[in-house]
């Protein structure tokens, strides 16, 4: 499993579904999956609003996945779309969003923040 830190609350991930579910598992909060592919347009349009959404929600654990090097992971969550945020909270599956809207990122996120399972 590779690991890359950018800001505190988004990371880099290379690795196996259980090495992804384990990091998952030892989150208290909402995580959210970016899946994306590297030669997507609004996937990297993502990807440049990401440090400042994770700045916005430090209590949010953001995880980027590498389409091309995580084929297990796009397989298990049969993602066809991208970007594709997945949101967790421990193994709970929340909900699965395409694309890049930037507002409706946010309001996905403040409206699975609240959600309490564990």
Same mark, same amino acid.
């Given at each position: 499993?590779? #690991? ?10 290379? %690795?196996? +579904?259980?090495?992804?579910? +384990?990091? /998952?598992?030892? @989150?208290?909060? $909402? ?6 592919? &590297? ?5 990297? @349009? ?8 994770? *700045?916005?929600?430090? =209590? /949010?654990?953001?995880? *980027? ?8 992971? /796009? #397989? *298990?969550? #049969? &993602?066809?779309?991208?970007?594709? +945020?997945?949101?967790? *909270?421990?193994?709970?599956? +929340?909900?699965?969003?395409? %694309?890049?809207? !930037?507002? =409706? !990122?946010? #309001?996905? !996120?403040?409206?699975?923040? %609240?959600?309490? $399972?564990?």
């Amino acid at each position: 499993m590779t #690991e890359e830190s950018h800001p505190d609350n988004i990371l880099v991930f290379n %690795g196996t +579904l259980d090495e992804l579910m +384990l990091v /998952v598992n030892s @989150k208290e909060t $909402l995580v959210v999956l970016d899946i994306f592919w &590297v030669w997507c347009g609004p996937c990297r @349009k993502l990807s440049e609003n990401l440090p400042q959404i994770a *700045k916005e929600n430090p =209590d /949010v654990f953001f995880i *980027k996945i590498d389409s091309d090097k995580n084929p297990q992971i /796009v #397989e *298990k969550y #049969e &993602v066809q779309m991208f970007p594709t +945020l997945i949101f967790m *909270k421990k193994s709970n599956l +929340l909900e699965i969003h395409i %694309g890049s809207n !930037i507002r =409706d !990122i946010k #309001e996905k !996120i403040q409206l699975h923040k %609240g959600n309490n $399972l564990t």
